[in-house]
């Protein structure tokens, strides 16, 4: 078992930023990938952002150019780095972490961009 603990998001004024954090715990092995996703209301759940063992990345095209993922893998943390952000970037966004095909997903933290 893995457990996923997110933190960073807030209410940020557009053209903001904000950094999330997850922490991965548990029986954790040496290849894995970390990412995040989000869910906005009435929306289904997006990719944002993946990141593999070999810092290989993925991104989805409304956010390349703007967010950077980051990986610390002595601490096994994952960064989502949000810059210029926008009203539409509002969502809960959730950490991910998949290991030789299984799939764990943190609690959820909330994003919102609001003047």
């Known amino acids: 078992q893995v457990q996923l603990v997110e933190s960073g998001g807030g209410l940020v004024q557009p053209g903001g930023s904000l950094r999330l954090s997850c922490a991965a715990s548990?029986?954790?092995?040496?290849?894995?990938?970390m990412g995040w996703y989000r869910q906005a209301p009435g929306k289904q759940r997006e990719l944002v952002a993946t990141i593999s063992s070999g810092d290989s990345t993925n991104y989805a095209d409304s956010v390349k150019g703007r967010f950077t993922i980051s990986r610390d893998n002595a601490k096994k943390t994952a960064y989502l780095q949000m810059l210029l952000l926008k009203p539409g970037d509002t969502a809960v966004y959730y950490c991910?972490?998949?290991?030789?095909?299984?799939?764990?997903w943190g609690q959820g933290t909330q994003v919102t961009v609001s003047s």
């Open positions: 991910n972490f998949d290991q030789n095909g299984y799939r764990y």
């Open positions: 548990g029986s954790i092995f040496s290849i894995y990938t």
